[in-house]
């Protein structure tokens, strides 16, 4: 036999002579099993109360969106009169506030608004005070409103939109007559800090005259189901700071507030909430308990199947318990339970089956095997199965760890938008793996190991396949010719699927948040040409409205205008559940732009409401420069040459349908720099940054700065802002460096724990082995890569690795016990093949059903899904050929040192 190698060939795990922290820790916890139950009982308790009263349920985390809108009238029927008076002033003057990154005005013939955004490090709330704190004059006549912006809130502002509704024929006045009581009656209410009404009519002076003057410059309608849509007012109600009343309780307690006999209202009038995030928030609840309900099912049944209805029920329990901590994790550390940490849970399912998986399959395969130094066998077969995987489990954690770690420090919007993620996920998987190495060895001790083994056929032909998987593996090793043909072949085997899968990436359209295949909600808005007047645009909303009301039935929920004007509307639709109706959302979208087809006088955009950020009808924007009368004529002209070029281009598989210059009828700055802009309307969604790119690329080939400056603008008078996409599109080049961060810091860790570079290396290669796996699936179901596919893949770096990680581990034990290389990965493979089965069939049948009943998760779990497969596949197959290969080198080269050292050589 040879000598067993020295502690630098090989992982730091225990030796005859040194035990594992971590096997004394778990042989504790079962030893004093009585104290671990009592504790995993306090865990269970204190999870029960952190779901039931402890978490707060909000829509999205709090957002520190560094925006402040400045909106106002001036009734002056001139756009040039407005810029002049008004506009150029306060751009001018916000521009030289303290923190002022950029700023956006708009200038329209009776009102305007400037979009002002400050460094990141500044809140909306103390920008925008900042900028009342300025008191920049303004003319007579002038109403200003400084409005912050929370993109966690309904229009930037409120937590909960309230409509009043009154007799058919009620004018605009009495609606606010009566949302004034309304309002006055909510403000009373401790929770209620602001209940501001959105106000129908507007009082103003008439600079040309001096006298007052009445205009409604607002209208609001809301539907309650398909009965149609009624004239209302809304009143925008927010939160106090010092409420301890999360979204659903606000919510309630709200809707107790607007009873009849308290609410105080006339009568015939009536007053309900029509926009909030108590539905959408109850749903994702609902959505993830019924889904981890199945998950667990699905998981206990695999167990079942392969392992033992034991170890299927210890695993089912072992998921409820950690998802228990994980909820204590976020209350103590202040989340809520939003939509992002809903997110997060969701996607550590498939995380968490690893650690009950590997923990309690190397339990039930030592019952044989007990370790001597204990008093009793279960003790003995318990530290026996924690001395052989505990620190390679441990490794797998602080690696999935370490990959979602960068993910905290991704600036801009989209990093606020995703924190929230890496650290549910961090805090989940931390948990999982304590859990994993004190509470499964109690619940063995005394549940487990007290039965015999289980005698399923299904894990007798297992432990065959499994058999003929090791002698496969040693295969090349020893066996002359036809051995390093087979070792050749697999790896063969493995190159063309990762280069198939890398081909297949290559076809694959690129949005960083596409389209969903469903939805529950539509967003609705119409835009009117300058000299619309409101009447005129109400008119037009009643042919909206009624296409929307034919078309959704009685699958329309509820429905607010959140804007409507003589230059805009803008409305939310609720529909029925997803599940609960026939039809998908991206259908009813395709018949109400037909319906609205034939109405004129409006440019109607449909779509679907979206847990990212909303796709545009006009995603694509370019932006010329122009200064005097001259330059504004020349860039008007080049404008609409651009118009015209792109209508009808193809980009790559999607076409210009549409194309605008949005900056007609108004007057539109960039920093004090006047602009004028040109949009396009594409007929496909899927892959939309690229197609943007794509698009941007284009119209520079085709208008050069040479034939700009031809023009009589300057060479770089042309450029492009795609708005909230390129910040993504920054952002999500962010996410890419963050990733690139932590491989390497990955590399580092499990160079680290292994000693060796060449074996962190080889390692490494359960991700390319994915690849296959991850890029099928997602063409064959349509997905584009996007921000969930990649968090998915994020995820499953840490699964696969894992996977590698235990293989390695198994085979440097049996090397340090003086095994060939050939019989190392025989056994690792032989031993290893139920547990990396088992995972990966519990992970796949544990996210199916969300996948499968929830379109936004699809693409998260799809690769997760995939990718497991295809890498799992290719370790069992042909990992052990890298392997042997890379022995065939290590060897001879470490034998080298050995003989030197006048030490027994390796085989």
Do not use: C
Not at 171 to 176: E, I, S
Not at 314 to 333: E, H, N, Q, Y
Not at 713 to 726: Q, T
Not at 821 to 848: C, D, H, K, M, S
Request: aromatic letters at 8%.
């Amino acid at each position: 036999m040879a000598e067993a190698p020295d502690r630098a060939d090989s992982e730091p795990h225990t030796s005859p002579h040194r035990r594992s922290v971590i096997a004394a820790i778990s042989a504790t916890a079962a030893r004093r099993w009585q104290v671990t139950f009592a504790l995993l009982a306090v865990v269970l308790v204190a999870g029960v109360s952190a779901f039931g009263f402890g978490l707060d349920r909000e829509g999205f985390p709090p957002i520190n969106t560094p925006i402040s809108v400045v909106t106002g009238t001036y009734f002056v029927d001139d756009a040039a009169q407005v810029d002049a008076d008004v506009v150029q002033p306060l751009d001018a003057a916000f521009g030289d506030v303290e923190g002022v990154v950029t700023t956006e005005a708009f200038a329209q013939p009776s009102s305007f608004t400037i979009v002002v955004e400050f460094e990141s490090d500044i809140g909306s709330d103390v920008g925008t005070q900042r900028l009342i704190d300025l008191a920049q004059p303004v003319p007579d006549g002038v109403q200003i409103l400084y409005n912050p912006v929370n993109a966690a809130k309904l229009v930037g502002r409120f937590d909960v939109l309230v409509s009043i509704v009154g007799p058919p024929g009620t004018a605009p006045q009495q609606l606010q007559e009566q949302a004034g009581l309304l309002s006055n009656h909510l403000e009373q209410n401790e929770h209620v800090a602001e209940a501001d009404v959105r106000e129908l009519v507007t009082e103003s002076i008439d600079p040309a005259t001096g006298e007052e003057e009445v205009r409604q410059t607002r209208f609001t309608r809301v539907a309650l189901d398909s009965s149609g849509y009624e004239d209302a007012i809304a009143i925008g109600l927010v939160r106090s700071a010092g409420s301890d009343l999360d979204v659903l309780g606000f919510s309630d307690m709200i809707d107790e507030e607007l009873a009849p006999e308290r609410a105080g209202l006339d009568d015939g009038f009536a007053a309900t909430i029509t926009a909030d995030f108590a539905v959408s928030v109850r749903q994702q609840l609902s959505s993830l308990t019924t889904n981890l309900l199945t998950g667990l099912v699905a998981v206990a049944i695999v167990s079942l199947l392969l392992i033992g209805w034991r170890v299927a029920a210890m695993t089912a329990g072992f998921m409820v318990i950690v998802m228990m901590g994980a909820l204590i994790g976020l209350w103590v550390f202040g989340y809520s339970l939003n939509t992002i940490t809903l997110f997060g849970l969701i996607l550590t399912l498939g995380l968490l089956v690893d650690d009950a998986i590997v923990i309690s399959e190397s339990i039930d395969a030592s019952r044989d095997d007990p370790d001597e130094i204990e008093e009793t066998r279960s003790l003995g077969v318990v530290r026996t199965a924690l001395e052989r995987v505990g620190s390679a489990s441990l490794a797998g954690t602080l690696t999935t760890v370490v990959v979602f770690s960068p993910m905290l420090f991704i600036g801009g919007i989209l990093g606020e938008f995703i924190r929230s993620i890496p650290a549910t996920v961090i805090i989940t998987l931390l948990l999982s793996f304590t859990f994993s190495i004190v509470f499964i060895p109690a619940v063995a001790r005394v549940f487990l190991l007290r039965a015999g083994p289980s005698r399923n056929p299904i894990v007798r032909g297992e432990k065959r396949l499994s058999q003929a998987a090791g002698r496969l593996a040693a295969y090349p090793w020893r066996n002359g010719w036809k051995g390093r043909l087979t070792g050749i072949g697999l790896v063969l085997v493995a190159l063309v699927a990762i280069m198939t899968g890398g081909r297949i990436a290559g076809t694959l359209p690129f949005s960083i948040f596409p389209a969903g295949k469903d939805a529950t909600g539509l967003l609705i808005s119409a835009e009117f040409p300058p000299g619309t007047t409101i009447e005129q645009a109400q008119e037009i909303s009643d042919g909206i409205d009624d296409v929307v009301v034919g078309v959704l039935g009685d699958e329309l929920v509820r429905s607010q205008y959140v804007r409507g004007n003589e230059r805009v509307i803008e409305t939310f639709l609720d529909l029925s559940p997803i599940g609960s109706r026939s039809t998908t959302a991206p259908t009813f979208v395709e018949r109400i732009e037909a319906g609205v087809e034939p109405i004129q006088g409006a440019r109607i955009t449909v779509g679907q409401l979206e847990n990212g950020p909303p796709v545009l009808e006009f995603p694509f924007a370019m932006q010329i420069e122009v200064g005097g009368e001259s330059t504004v004529a020349a860039g008007q002209e080049l404008a609409e040459e651009v118009r015209d070029f792109l209508l009808g281009q193809q980009i790559g598989d999607a076409t210009v349908i549409d194309a605008i210059v949005s900056t007609d009828g108004e007057i539109a700055r960039v920093d004090g720099q006047r602009i004028i802009e040109v949009r396009a309307k594409y007929d496909e969604d899927q892959g939309l940054s690229g197609i943007l790119n794509d698009t941007e690329a284009l119209v520079q080939e085709a208008f050069p700065p040479v034939a700009v400056e031809a023009r009589g603008l300057p060479a770089d008078a042309v450029g492009f802002d795609f708005g909230l996409e390129s910040d993504n599109q920054d952002d999500f080049a962010a996410l890419g460096v963050a990733g690139m961060v932590a491989l390497f810091l990955m590399l580092l860790l499990i160079t680290i724990q292994f000693r060796s570079l060449a074996q962190s290396l080889l390692i490494f290669l359960a991700i390319p082995f994915s690849f296959f796996g991850v890029f099928g699936i997602l063409s064959a179901t349509d997905n584009p890569l996007s921000f969930l596919a990649v968090v998915g893949f994020i995820a499953l770096i840490g699964v696969a690795v894992n996977n590698t990680i235990l293989l390695i581990d198994s085979a440097n034990r049996q090397r340090r016990e003086g095994a060939s290389a050939g019989e190392a990965i025989q056994y690792a493979i032989t031993n290893r093949f139920r547990p990396l089965v088992a995972t990966t069939l519990t992970t796949v049948v544990g996210l199916l059903p969300l996948s499968l009943s929830d379109p936004f998760w699809e693409s998260l779990g799809f690769t997760l899904m995939g990718g497991l497969v295809s890498s799992t596949v290719l370790v069992l197959l042909a990992f052990p050929a890298f392997y042997l290969g890379l022995e065939s080198v290590r060897t001879p080269l470490r034998n080298v040192v050995r003989r030197r050292q006048g030490r027994v050589e390796l085989t």
